[in-house]
């Protein structure tokens, strides 16, 4: 999942009227349709991984009222299950059992350089994080705190949350969250 920003640099309003992808993994939605002049908005778009490995492209495709680009086509690369040489989540995953109150997640820096990290949930997130940033330090690592929300009904939730590692060259890394409650 990714939030990508769209600003309205005209001087009328900006209606988004359609958001096509490439394919039934990848799915899109404008949070607000209409951007006045000088405002944003934010696409989110989630990409089902499951049954895909690699390198792979995909694009999403956003309509508008703009006359001079009715359709904007925004395209993104993903690298999926190969494992990044400098950094590292662990686990890569969490699985929350009802007795689960919460879980840590350490970040390591397997690097000769810091590293500033950026962790991003989703704003309906069903779990919350005690950090939104931390620095890590060559071959150390960072401990963030991921606890579930307490008011969620039984059944099972799945999410995930994304790490930007601000190394050179970037990375981010997914790391899947399901909860279970009965």
């Given at each position: 999942m990714h939030y990508y920003e769209v600003q309205n640099s005209g001087d009328e309003n900006l209606y988004i009227t359609d958001i096509g992808t490439s394919c039934d993994c990848t799915h899109?939605?404008?949070?607000?349709?209409?951007?006045?002049?000088?405002?944003?908005?934010?696409?989110k778009v989630n990409f089902s991984t499951k049954n895909y490995y690699g390198k792979n492209t995909r694009t999403v495709a956003i309509?508008?009222?703009d006359p001079d680009t009715p359709t904007f086509n925004l395209e993104f690369l993903s690298l999926i299950g190969a494992l990044p040489k400098n950094v590292e989540a662990v686990p890569n995953a969490l699985f929350f059992l009802p007795p689960h109150k919460e879980k840590e997640i350490k970040l390591l820096n397997k690097s000769g350089s810091p590293i500033e990290t950026i962790i991003a949930l989703e704003p309906d997130s069903i779990f919350s994080i005690d950090k939104k940033e931390a620095r890590v330090e060559p071959g150390q690592f960072a401990v963030l705190?991921?606890?579930?929300?307490?008011?969620?009904?039984?059944?099972?939730?799945?999410?995930?949350?994304?790490?930007?590692?601000?190394?050179?060259?970037?990375i981010r890394i997914t790391v899947p969250v399901k909860i279970v409650r009965y």
């Open positions: 899109a939605r404008a949070i607000d349709t209409l951007i006045p002049p000088g405002g944003t908005s934010k696409i309509s508008s009222n705190k991921v606890v579930p929300r307490d008011n969620l009904k039984p059944g099972t939730y799945q999410s995930s949350f994304t790490v930007d590692f601000m190394a050179n060259p970037p």
